[in-house]
Nanobody, 123 residues
Framework: QVQLAESGGGLVQAGGSLRLSCAASGLTFSDFIMGWFRQAPGKEREFVANINRSGSSTYYADSVKGRFTISRDNAKNTVYLQMNSLKPDDTAVYYC????????????????WGQGTPVTVSS
């Protein structure tokens, strides 16, 4: 079965950086669009970034554009999220997700999810 496992979250001061990883198994990784989402306490899960199958095309939420970078290594079945210039508003549990077919920014359109990794940004 498809499994996605995030890692790399933690506590960081505002202005700092973290790199999240998501290792995938049980799927042909290069067939899937990969996305990162986040959910802050008391809020709905929201789109952060996604990347096409080859890694040649990426999309970002306006709130993270210019600070976060999504990338993938199809040889390692892994997708990454480099997060720079972190702000307290970035505090959330970060999830990776996978889908076949077309790009989507809606969490409802992603059938496969990891368990999430928490990120806390202190001011």
């Amino acid at each position: 079965q498809v499994q996605l496992a995030e890692s790399g979250g933690g506590l960081v001061q505002a202005g700092g950086s973290l790199r999240l990883s998501c290792a995938a198994s049980g799927l042909t990784f290069s067939d899937f669009i990969m996305g990162w989402f986040r959910q802050a306490p008391g809020k709905e899960r929201e789109f952060v970034a996604n990347i096409n199958r080859s890694g040649s095309s990426t999309y970002y939420a306006d709130s993270v554009k210019g600070r976060f970078t999504i990338s993938r290594d199809n040889a390692k079945n892994t997708v990454y999220l480099q997060m720079n210039s972190l702000k307290p508003d970035d505090t959330a549990v970060y999830y990776c997700a996978a889908r076949l077919g077309f790009y989507s920014h809606s969490p409802a359109n992603y059938p496969y999810w990891g368990q999430g990794t928490p990120v806390t940004v202190s001011s």
